[in-house]
């Protein structure tokens, strides 16, 4: 231990989650929180950020940087009414920069809010039923729970869930009541607990999910912690096995960081689920590494110690053993795009939502008609872990409004298959950790691809692609297929040979490489692909039987067999 | 001629003692008719620029002279200091008055009154005028029986209102029985040679009978304004002043487009203080000088279009103006127009330019140029300090656009600085002092200013010069304009000051920035336990920036505020607030 990291001592310091952030909404003539207070503000669910487009130009004009924040919505399985949806379109036009975005995580996010408005914004969540706390931060963040609408029966039980796990592990502070909704203060000496995390809460975030196989939607081996359903043969859920130690944040040269799969580490109850996961976070709590940031997930406590121990530490909490893991299989992480019936009779919709970015254009007016839907739908809209939106549990009357409203705003689906598995995150010009842009650029990318997977006869085949503008992983670029990572403006790399189904990672394929040089690797290796794959066999897969990249058996092997046109990065 | 006659010319009179001997030996012996003739002949030498040798002579019958004057940028005020030198050398006893200091009450025994008054906005007095000329036009005003006056008016044609303060303190002295000893003159914004004509004639007609009546013709009694002391520049005289430095501070998203200028002073001797104002000589627009060239049928004259572009107001258009190309050109439309009171929405946002489309017809250059008053200068409040940056004048300038009538409009003088000026490029400037906008003298008294937009300019100064002073009295600034992110003039510089504790507080309204419109009045009304205590604490208060909603919206405020802080009724409120602008504690400088 080389001391605790400064995070640790402003959590420390912070009166649970308070700080000065009080104090900083009142200061006017920045729009800027205190710096200290930017790393509180993560816990109540915002990030700050600043226009980098705007940045050249903001010292020359002799203001600061054009600070605004990100408000992450706390949204437990990615389910909500269309009377939210409506509140959030409101809160995206009023407050925010006239969009909405949802995320890998389930959930939306407003980009553009300047710090005057935070806290109405935060009210209007509010009167919503809605709230951001833990949605950022050293917490347990949103829980997400498979979408899939085929098996409503497990989808409930999977939702359930994910709620009951959210709520459990969701902190106590009344910081976030205290300063957003103007709530009671805390009069002087009044203990206030946080039973489960403690005054420092965990090392890192802590993310959490609920699958249902054969969806593997949530992306189940790139979580902190996961729970995959068990399913009998009526459907119903008997257990879940439980995964830990998955995760996709590395930092670039530094190879003591890697992504990581999950391990699954034993199987329980839906009794014991909560339980079992309180005990997860708390054995994160003591052992992870609170000196190293860079190295204080869970997947780093794991492969320090190895998972018997953990498991072991984990079981001696409960007071009891985990089952052994049952069979489990999926099949694909993204979406199932289109109309589908459930058992109930409701029909469900699943819209592709490029990058998940919720804004009218001049080519279609998505915002207006979701906007529209949201008006007449009666049933509920659910987020998927892919970015893209489902409206859900819509009564067979209604379906031929619906289904019009979606024509009348071009929202219905129509892409190729690369793009309906394609996503992004938000990088530039927002994101301060970007190096290069995601959102902006990937659509373009994939423009460009198409037309080499036309050639190639690939319009309709699924490959995963997935773009991310830093090392940190937000739209889990080392489980795609094909895998872009930012380096610096306008330069990638290139990964390749993760599983379709998300269990296995990519592998590095080619460094800083920029959109030319991405369109003529991937051009001869689709060309290869279409000519020379098996019987659906999956492009991930198709590149390590052909010996193009070698297979990532684990984490920590991530850096290691890398093709020799990487290879002479020195270490 | 009697022999007992007493010398003339007194012993204290500042001459040696043979000249005066000399005088008198000359008037001891001269006629009535000689001496008359000679008094005559010095008040003329004097009043026409000649050193005034003769005043202390003539001040033995001086008259007493009020030179009443309302002045808003300090024009009127600085003509009311020329007549008053004026009227000393043609002996009178002149006293000046700012109508800001002064009551109707003021008036009452006088009997010869000069009245110099601006008129401001849309046919408003100049705001620290208000409270008197509300009182004069008010049922409490004296009779004034005995007073004999004269006004001088002051306008810009451009505002269909022209020159109503003085037409409406005229009316007005006329009927509370006080008679009128010259006619009304009314200047547009080229008001130096009318001025003087004026204040001529008003003094030849306020001195007694027999005096007037000696003299063989008014004539002799002429004006010249122009001449002023060597480098000391003027409008006619402009410094070139080099552009240094121009920023767009308005984000590159901002709906509006500020711009920081800084300018050499180097060489020009120009001192001036936080407050005051630089004067600048525009150009218009090449393009709009082609177009009113093209549509008077003057397409291609070189020297015209130098004229226009450099020399002549080519945008304002005012009924004097209509009148003059009717009387040109007549034409029935126009006349329908001018007949009634149609003009008044035809000029409303229109510009001359939308006459000759109107009302076409071809001109021959010198009509053109006829018809056209000079292109006035712009003020601008000086953004810096001279003690923070010597030899140099910063300016805040906001670009003005905006469209009428289905044509794109451009604020002639702001557009210049902002968008057709460049670096190394030079400015015709003087300077226009402001003496009613001054840093408290105490550098100890608390400061509160307020001033969105690009009235924050002499804040910057005010605060830069505190700083170089090492005043201690705390600072407040009050700032607005449209989005936080896009509008937030001189933020870093704010942010500097406050760090070093030199700004003590700063609040600030965006109004864009949320659903609501908020404004700096309403961040007065948040903050008016505290701001009621440094009123009470002796601070002083600055309100600069737009005259037409936001100054009148701050001071509803301010009253609001007396009424909730300190328990004041509403002619109690106001009374206070009058109070604080008598006592130099509330200044203002708003366009």
């Not at chain 1, 993560?42 to 700050?48: A, L, N, T, V």
């Not at chain 1, 709530?183 to 699958?211: C, I, S």
Request: net charge negative; glycine share 10%.
């Amino acid at each position: 231990m080389t001391g605790l990291s400064r995070n640790e001592r402003i959590k420390e310091e912070s009166r649970l989650l308070r700080g000065t952030i009080a104090e900083g909404l009142e200061r006017r003539i920045t729009g800027a929180l205190a710096e200290d207070d930017t790393q509180l503000g993560k816990f109540h669910g915002f990030y700050q950020q600043d226009d980098r487009d705007l940045r050249p130009e903001r010292a020359k004009k002799k203001m600061e940087p054009a600070y605004s924040f990100m408000i992450r919505v706390r949204l437990p399985g990615g389910v909500c009414t269309p009377s939210q949806w409506l509140q959030m379109d409101d809160i995206a036009g009023t407050f925010a920069n006239g969009t909405l975005r949802l995320t890998t995580r389930q959930t939306f996010q407003f980009h553009g809010v300047i710090k005057s408005n935070l806290k109405r914004t935060m009210q209007a969540l509010d009167a919503a039923l809605l709230d951001t706390i833990a949605a950022c931060g050293d917490v347990n963040r949103n829980v997400l729970a498979t979408s899939n609408p085929w098996q409503s029966q497990a989808h409930g039980a999977a939702y359930a869930l994910a709620r009951r796990i959210s709520e459990h592990l969701l902190p106590r502070t009344g910081a976030w009541r205290e300063i957003w909704l103007d709530g009671e203060k805390l009069a002087g000496g009044e203990p206030e607990e946080e039973p489960v995390y403690g005054r420092t809460y965990l090392p890192r975030k802590f993310k959490t999910v609920v699958a249902v196989p054969p969806a593997n939607d949530v992306d189940v081996f790139a979580q902190d912690l996961g729970f995959v359903a068990v399913l009998d043969e009526a459907g119903a859920v008997t257990g879940w096995n439980v995964t830990v130690g998955g995760g996709m944040g590395m930092t670039h040269g530094d190879l003591g960081t890697w992504p990581r799969a999950a391990d699954v580490m034993g199987f329980c109850t839906t009794e014991q689920a909560v339980d079992v996961a309180e005990k997860v976070v708390l054995v994160q709590r003591d052992f992870g590494d609170r000196s190293n940031r860079k190295r204080a997930r869970l997947k780093y406590t794991i492969d320090d110690r190895g998972i018997d121990w953990f498991r072991q530490e984990v079981e001696r909490r409960l007071g009891y053993s985990l089952g052994e893991p049952r069979p489990m299989a999926f099949e694909h992480t993204g979406d199932r795009f289109g109309w589908v019936e459930d058992h109930e009779g409701l029909w469900h919709y699943t819209l592709f939502i490029e990058n998940g970015r919720i804004k009218d254009t001049a080519l279609r007016a998505m915002r207006t008609g979701l906007r529209k839907i949201a008006e007449i739908h009666e049933g509920e809209f659910r987020l998927t872990a892919n970015q893209n939106l489902i409206v859900s549990r819509i009564a067979p009357p209604m379906r031929a409004r619906i289904e019009a409203l979606l024509e009348e705003h071009g929202l219905a689906n129509g892409w190729s298959g690369l793009r309906l598995n394609s996503m992004a995150c938000v990088a530039l010009p927002t994101c301060g950790l970007a190096l290069a842009e995601s959102e902006r650029y990937l659509p373009d990318l994939v423009t460009a691809l198409e037309d080499a997977l036309e050639q190639a006869g690939l319009r309709d085949d699924e490959i995963v692609i997935r773009m991310t503008g830093c090392p940190n992983g937000c739209a889990r670029p080392y489980l795609a297929e094909i895998g872009l990572v930012g380096r610096a403006p306008g330069t990638y790399n290139l990964y390749l040979g993760a599983a379709f189904d998300g269990t296995r990672l990519n592998k590095l394929y080619r460094r800083d490489v920029g959109h030319e040089a991405i369109l003529a690797e991937l051009r001869p290796l689709f060309a290869r692909y279409a000519r020379e794959r098996e019987e659906g066999e999956r492009f991930g897969d198709f590149v390590l039987r052909a010996g193009i990249i070698a297979a990532t058996a684990a984490g920590r092997r991530f850096h290691e067999d890398l093709p020799p046109e990487v290879e002479r990065w020195a270490r | 001629m009697p022999a007992t006659a007493a010398p003339l010319v007194p012993p204290s009179a500042p001459f040696p003692d043979e000249h005066i001997n000399a005088l008198n030996a000359v008037l001891g012996h001269a006629s009535a008719e000689q001496r008359q003739w000679l008094a005559g002949f010095l008040a003329g030498y004097a009043a026409a620029g000649g050193q005034p040798a003769a005043a202390a002579s003539a001040a033995a019958k001086a008259r007493p002279l009020t030179i009443l004057y309302a002045t808003e940028s300090g024009n009127a005020e600085a003509l009311a200091g020329k007549a008053q030198a004026a009227a000393r050398r043609l002996g009178f006893k002149p006293v000046l008055l700012d109508m800001a200091d002064a009551s109707p009450g003021d008036l009452a025994g006088a009997e010869s009154l000069l009245v110099i008054a601006s008129t401001w906005g849309e046919g408003d007095p100049p705001q620290r005028a208000a409270f008197f000329y509300e009182d004069l036009m008010g049922e409490g005003a004296p009779r004034l029986e005995r007073l004999r006056y004269s006004v001088l008016a002051l306008g810009d044609s451009a505002y269909v209102n022209f020159c109503e303060t003085g037409r409406r303190l005229d009316a007005r002295l006329a009927e509370l029985g006080a008679v009128r000893a010259a006619e009304r003159v009314e200047c547009d914004l080229d008001f130096e040679r009318p001025a003087a004509a004026w204040t001529g004639t008003a003094l030849a007609a306020l001195r007694p009978a027999d005096e007037a009546a000696a003299e063989a013709g008014a004539e002799i009694i002429r004006v010249d304004f122009h001449k002023e002391a060597a480098g000391h520049w003027t409008q006619e005289n402009p410094f070139p002043a080099e552009l240094v430095q121009q920023i767009e501070l308005s984000g590159s998203r901002s709906t509006k487009h500020v711009f920081h200028l800084e300018l050499s002073l180097e060489g020009s001797g120009i001192a001036f203080e936080p407050g005051d104002a630089l004067a600048l000589l525009p150009e218009n627009e090449a393009a709009l000088v082609e177009e009113v060239l093209e549509k008077s049928g003057l397409a291609g004259e070189e020297a015209l279009g130098r004229r226009l572009l450099r020399e002549l107001d080519i945008t304002t258009l005012s009924r004097p103006l209509m009148e003059s190309y009717q009387r040109l050109r007549p034409n029935d439309g126009l006349a329908r127009l001018l007949d009634g009171e149609d003009w008044r929405s035809f000029v409303k946002d229109r510009q001359l330019v939308d006459l000759l489309e109107a009302f076409p017809s071809r001109l021959e250059a010198d009509e053109l140029a006829g018809l056209l008053r000079p292109l006035p200068a712009r003020s601008y409040s000086l953004a810096s300090s001279p003690l923070a940056f010597p030899g140099e004048a910063h300016l805040l300038v906001g670009a003005v656009r905006w469209h009428s009538h289905g044509r794109a409009r451009a604020g002639v003088a702001s557009t210049w600085l902002g968008e057709r000026l460049g670096r190394g490029d030079t400015v015709r400037a003087f300077l226009k002092p402001n003496r009613h906008f001054r840093l408290p003298a105490d550098g100890r008294t608390p400061v509160v200013m307020i001033g969105p937009g690009t009235g924050v300019a002499p804040f910057r100064a005010f605060l830069q010069h505190r700083r170089e002073q090492a005043a201690t009295g705390r600072n407040w600034l009050f700032f607005g304009d449209r989005s936080s992110l896009h509008d937030f003039l001189y933020q870093l510089e704010w942010q500097e000051l406050a760090q070093d504790g030199l700004l003590t507080r700063m609040d600030v309204a965006f109004s864009r920035d949320q659903p609501e419109r908020i404004h700096v009045q309403h961040r007065l009304w948040e903050q008016r336990c505290e701001l009621w205590a440094w009123l009470e604490e002796g601070a002083q208060l600055y309100l600069c920036g737009d005259a037409a909603a936001m100054a009148a919206d701050v001071e509803s405020m301010l009253l609001a505020i007396a009424a909730d802080q300190g328990g004041l009724g509403r002619d109690a409120a106001r009374a206070w607030l009058g109070d604080l602008v008598r006592g130099k504690r509330f200044q203002r400088d708003v366009y």
